[in-house]
């Protein structure tokens, strides 16, 4: 991305599994994580458990991480949700920047699951507003229209389960942005049903702890 160009944080692309023809791979859900050495596999920060890969993302134009190349989702559940890995701050979720691209398959810590490897492609970008705005034409309540936009995607606007829930910078600089949203549609990874997983991403923190996960039950 250009410098001084602005993110627009209406501006999506839907996340499908990838067919045949390939389409614009931009990263899988679960199976093993490229690039994450053992020594580097995150923990658990409450029952120290080795945490369960769920999802990894490329950057690219259709995912602007700043000055990384990569991220790499990780999820506790070897307590059953005792560790709280819904929360962003608690230690029992873990989201990976890479400062470079390894596509390297490294050995990695025996877990508690492995998720089916799905591949992921990206549809070309949507803008939200023209969406609500159609739904609005179409007769739906403001319920119905944030229902609708709740799938996998890249960037846009979340679409909370029960209410907004959004990171806030450290230093007080405001919202992170949504970099990624997770359901369960594709990869029925061990949160509640109906539930939706949020990756944000915050480009004003200068630090590989600029990513953070929360998720909210069904």
Not at 30 to 36: A, E, K, S
Not at 69 to 88: K, M, N, Q, S, V
């Amino acid at each position: 991305m250009a410098e001084g160009e602005r993110t627009d944080n209406w501006s999506s692309r839907r996340l499908r599994a990838a067919g045949a023809d390939g389409g614009l791979v931009v990263g899988s859900f679960g199976g093993h994580p490229r690039g994450v050495r053992t020594s580097a596999w995150p923990r658990c920060a409450v029952c120290r458990a080795p945490m369960c890969h769920l999802a990894q993302i490329d950057a690219g134009p259709w995912l602007d991480l700043g000055p990384y190349h990569r991220l790499t989702a990780f999820i506790c559940h070897a307590t059953g949700g005792r560790c709280e890995d819904w929360d962003p701050r608690k230690g029992g979720n873990k989201v990976l920047l890479h400062a470079d691209l390894d596509d390297a398959m490294h050995d990695g810590p025996p877990t508690v699951r492995v998720y089916r490897r799905v591949r992921l492609a990206a549809e070309p970008s949507v803008d939200e507003r023209e969406l609500f705005r159609i739904g609005k034409e179409r007769g739906l309540t403001m319920p119905q229209l944030w229902e609708s936009l709740r799938y996998d995607k890249l960037g846009g606007a979340p679409s909370w389960v029960h209410g907004d829930d959004t990171p806030q910078n450290l230093a007080g600089l405001g919202p992170m942005r949504l970099a990624v949203q997770l359901s369960t549609d594709l990869v029925a990874f061990d949160i509640t049903k109906g539930g939706v997983a949020w990756i944000f991403f915050d480009p004003n923190e200068p630090t590989a702890d600029a990513a953070r996960m929360l998720w909210q039950g069904g």
